[in-house]
């Protein structure tokens, strides 16, 4: 991509399969430009090495990187980890709760039970510092976006749209469907590193009620807020 | 000796900018920076500044400006009628300034953006490697009345050179925009492709640090792209067959397709369109 960026496609599909292949190939791809200021990140199905300033000599780095890529051995990836966010389903938050459970025939109690069952993956961050992008979504949520997006959305909603889920970082317009809020800073500018989920990881939501929800607010403006994490054995 | 720049009057919009903020696009952190780099790095040049020294970005109608303490400065990029005190001051050259010196501008002659570079480069804050400013990331997202932002004061005389050092401000007035295929280019229909080609673009109002949006409507018969990185630089195409020329505080990600990539050249040409001004696209491989 331009002077400043290889990018390296894969077929088009999201699933973790591809997600672990793309993370292996990460991992020899920052092992192998540790002398050089690259950056690289991934997508579903993509990734991009880019570089600060313009490659010099292109031919010889898409060699190595080709060379790379053809090794065939997929690794695992070690130091995967469950997170599991605390989300506050009540009204106040849950704007569309209500028209999903119209919508989609179910009563707010299967709405929360299904989306606070599966273990969403996160495939990567991307859209706004700390915006995960969540995979595993159960089919009976899927629902579309709004038609006219709101202008704000609280920081913190949980939201659906189409075939995602996910948390907004901060408040910001979005068309996404709302069905609570998690009060967990999932991006904190002052943390080395900012963002303590990455790909690669695991989410799992639990439902707590509006006291917790505010006792959980002021731990986290207080700063000691613990997230509840476990190493995960894929 | 900590000196301070006042804010008098913040003008339509400026922000402190360096190269950008690196290594953080996997937690969705735009890379941000000056959006023409080659004014950064002149003015930098002409006060023999390291490089990345942080400037101000000035866009259009600039702010007034008060220094506390003596140091000097030089002015890159567009030509927006410099004064200091009640004195004309040219682009791309060393200005010596004094306690209490007034930097204003006035009318905007050519270019869309202007770089303001001082003595060892302003000190305000660094977040993740950078002085950027960008919203939610640094305290200030843009100038506002009465704010003072640091610099270090230089009495003594520090050798710059008055060396005549000759500046090509051509890029300005540039219709060129130098681009590379995108990833998505390939599965445009061959009419696309040449219009691409062959087609003068205008600048639409709807344009700032984080796109330029483009006036003309295309026919796009592309669907949306499984989310895939995108850069300063990429072009995409709509669902509504408008383009979009993503510039320096871009998001890491996006689902449109990306049909060309602007050339670093490009980016900085870019980065001196406003609103109506054409630009032609000169398709490289």
Known sequence: MGERGILIEFEPEISERLLEKLLFYKNKLEELYTEVNVEIINTYNSLLISYMFSIENLYDEVSAVKELLSEAKIGKINNRQIFRLPVCYDEEFGWDLELIAEEKNLSKEEIIKLHTRPFYTVYFTGFLPGFLYLGGLDEKLQISRKNQPRMKIEKGAVGIGENQTGIYPKSSPGGWQILGNCPVQLFNKNNDPPCEISAGDKVKFYSVSKAELKEISAQVSEGNFQLKKENYEG | ?285
């Open chain 2, 1 to 285: 000796m900590k000196a301070e720049v006042e804010i008098l009057y913040p003008g339509l919009f400026s922000t402190i900018q360096d190269f950008g903020r690196r290594g953080f696009q996997k937690y969705g952190v735009p890379l941000s920076g000056v959006m023409d780099r080659i004014a950064l790095k002149t003015a930098n040049l002409i006060l023999q500044n390291q490089a990345d020294a942080a400037v101000m970005e000035i866009t259009q109608m600039g702010p007034k400006l008060k220094f506390s303490a003596a140091t000097k400065i030089a002015i890159s990029g567009a030509y927006l009628s410099p004064k200091l005190n009640d004195t004309e001051i040219d682009n791309n050259e060393v200005v010596k300034i004094h306690e209490g010196d007034i930097l204003s501008f006035g009318r905007p002659e050519y270019g869309m953006r202007s770089y303001l570079a001082i003595l060892d480069g302003f000190k305000t804050e660094k977040v993740l490697g950078s002085r950027s400013w960008y919203e939610d990331i640094t305290s200030h997202e843009k100038l506002e009345k009465g704010m003072k932002l640091q610099y270090e004061a230089s009495e003594e005389e520090k050798y710059v050179t008055h060396a005549a050092i000759k500046f090509d401000d051509e890029y300005l007035k540039s219709e060129e925009i130098e681009v590379f295929p995108g990833p998505e280019f390939e599965k445009l229909p061959e009419t696309l492709k040449s219009h691409l080609r062959q087609s003068k673009f205008s600048v639409d109002k709807n344009n700032n640090r984080m796109a330029i949006q483009l006036s003309e409507v295309l026919e796009n018969q592309l669907g949306p792209i499984i989310t895939g990185p995108v850069l300063p630089g990429t072009v995409q195409l709509t669902p509504g067959g408008k383009l979009i020329v993503l510039m320096r505080d871009c998001q890491t990600t996006g689902g449109y397709p990306r049909v060309l990539q602007l050339s670093e050249k490009g980016i900085n040409i870019m980065a001196q369109k406003k609103a109506g001004d054409m630009v032609r696209f000169l398709l490289k491989s």
